[in-house]
């Protein structure tokens, strides 16, 4: 078959160490499906400010252009949490999202049966819980203009929210796409009984909710929906939301799952090109202690295969590998119940490698 390119930016704290756990399980498919892939490592975060001055390198960014799908862990850490602004590995995150078009960040959180006691919430809410957050990634108040200035009563900092119809109609068109292929039922998230933008959101789900008859809509301002999220998880298909409201929402989602350790993404644009990575950040607190748990990042890879590639066999052997470890008791100690008898983070990367057969 033909090589794929694959862009690997591991970033800070614990990325390197999940993506390594990824690129394991991406070498066992070439293994059992013949496929290929090229692997091009950047520098990127943290360690790229280091190195090179920039959390964004040029050659990173031209990496990962030239790729067909970027695998990414995370970025930041307490080093350069001082930073100003273009020196922040965050300023990064936002500037790849936004170079490569990356309007959507897709974040799925459905309940594995064997990880309900791993969850701080009763196993009974829990039951039947699958729903995917569709977060809006490239507009908002992340990328609205931000200052300080002097007030009147000395200084004050700035930062504003900017929608236009374009953005919101391009998301919430995925949003019901997705929809249609799941249970119908779509929940999107504003606080229109405050914002401005919010309140053009909701003039544009109306808009478009007529294309899609069959869904069932539902809008819920962002506080209900945090609240409603823990009170009824499971009656929720998409929810589809402004990027920081899916930001804050999709990591109370995690905790559905039993933990951020298992929360995988893609993010994507008009065509196939995604970038995956799991929602977590670079865990300054484990980071280096190899206890990290890389199933987020595992099922992000097949998240790639499935929306980027179409490899959905290898998908759903990646899949089925982390529920067979799961069911058979395997934990990092995120998600372990007895502490313990937590394993680290090669050890599940390992095991999940040698459960994947065709
Ligand atoms: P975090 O997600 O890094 O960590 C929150 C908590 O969850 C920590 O206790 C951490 O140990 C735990 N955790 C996270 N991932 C885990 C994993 N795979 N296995 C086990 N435990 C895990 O969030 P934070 O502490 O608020 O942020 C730390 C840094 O990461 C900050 O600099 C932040 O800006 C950055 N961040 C980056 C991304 C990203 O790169 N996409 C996402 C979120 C936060
Ligand atoms: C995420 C992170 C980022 C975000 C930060 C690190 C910029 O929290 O990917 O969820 O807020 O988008
Ligand atoms: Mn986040």
């Known amino acids: 078959s033909e090589v794929k390119k694959i862009a690997v930016i591991a970033g800070d704290g614990i990325g390197p160490e999940v993506v ?64 100003s602004k273009e020196l922040r590995p965050e300023t990064g995150l936002l500037g790849i999202r936004k170079a490569l078009g990356l309007f959507s960040n897709i974040r799925p959180a459905n309940v594995f049966d064997c990880l309900k006691e791993a969850s701080t919430l009763k196993p009974e809410v829990l039951e039947g819980t699958d729903l995917i957050v569709v977060r809006e990634l490239t507009g908002g108040i992340y990328f609205g203009e931000k200052f300080r200035r002097e007030g009147a009563s000395g200084e004050e900092a700035v930062d504003t929210c900017v929608y236009n119809v374009q953005e919101i109609e391009r998301i919430v068109r995925q949003a019901f796409e997705i929809a249609m292929t799941r249970s119908k039922r779509l929940a999107s998230v504003d606080k229109a009984n405050v914002l401005e933008t919010s309140r053009l959101w909701r003039e544009v789900v109306n808009r478009i909710a007529p294309e899609y008859p069959e869904v069932e809509l539902e809008h819920v301002l962002v506080d209900n929906c945090a ?25 109370e989602a995690a905790m559905l799952t039993g933990s951020i350790g298992m929360l995988s993404s893609a993010s994507l644009g008009e065509g196939s090109f995604g970038l995956y990575e799991p929602v977590h950040g670079s865990a300054p607190d484990i980071a280096g202690q190899g206890i990290s748990n890389p199933i987020a990042t595992i099922l992000s890879v097949a998240l790639m295969y499935r929306l980027t590639f179409g490899y959905h066999e290898a998908a759903q052997v990646i899949e089925d590998a982390v529920k067979n470890v799961l069911d058979a008791g395997h934990r990092t100690g995120d998600i372990a119940v007895d502490k313990s008898t937590a394993i680290g983070t090669v050890a599940m990367g390992d095991l999940i490698v040698a459960a994947m057969t065709k």
Do not use: Y
């Open 227 to 251: 609240m409603q999220l823990l009170r009824r998880p499971s009656s929720f298909d998409v929810i589809v939301t402004e990027n920081m409201f899916g930001d804050i929402l999709s990591d």
């Open 20 to 83: 390594g756990e990824a690129i394991k399980v991406m070498k066992k498919t070439e293994e059992l499906f013949g496929f290929q892939f090229e692997f091009e490592h950047g520098l990127f975060g943290g360690i790229a400010i280091d190195e090179k001055g920039t959390p964004l390198p040029q050659e990173t960014l031209d990496i990962c252009k030239n790729a067909d799908a970027v695998l990414l862990g995370a970025v930041g850490g307490p080093k350069w949490d001082n930073n």
